[in-house]
């Protein structure tokens, strides 16, 4: 009995708190267009435009701005560490720099992704941001 009220006891939190992470809203497009600043939109190129946010993390390294591309300002309130947008203000891809490769893999670039989905129309890209650099 007594070990039966303790896997319940250590059960029931462990589900509760599953249920709560699995109702956390995710992100969509219109929303993530939403909370940019206005300035953003009112750029005349037509070059792609990548803004910085708030992540958590930063990867020095894949950081820098790609060539052809404008670096649009940071946005400090948002849980992206790319957010890239198109000639046409669209969203492309809101994500980190370097996309976890899951298990026994290493991190892979975004940048070729992102090229990928600004040479043909796709829906936007929205991963959730974890950090894949290397912690100190």
């Known amino acids: 009995m007594a070990v039966l009220a ?12 599953q249920q709560v992470a699995a109702e956390k809203p995710l992100w969509n497009a219109e929303q ?25 993390c930063r990867c020095a390294v894949e950081s820098a701005v790609p060539a052809g591309w404008r670096q649009a ?6 849980p992206f560490e790319w957010i890239v947008l198109d000639g046409s203000r669209q969203l492309v891809y809101a994500g980190p720099s370097l996309i976890p490769a899951g298990c026994g893999g290493s991190a892979l670039p975004a940048l070729p992704l992102v090229t990928r989905l600004l040479a043909a129309r796709h829906s936007p890209v929205i991963l959730a941001d974890s950090c894949s650099c290397q912690q100190e």
């Open 32 to 56: 993530l267009l939403a909370a940019l600043p206005p300035a953003t939109f009112q750029v005349a190129d037509a070059a792609p435009a990548l803004l910085l946010g708030g992540s958590h």
């Open 73 to 78: 300002g940071q946005v400090s309130h948002l």
């Open 6 to 17: 303790l896997w319940l006891g250590w059960t029931i939190p462990a589900l509760l708190t």
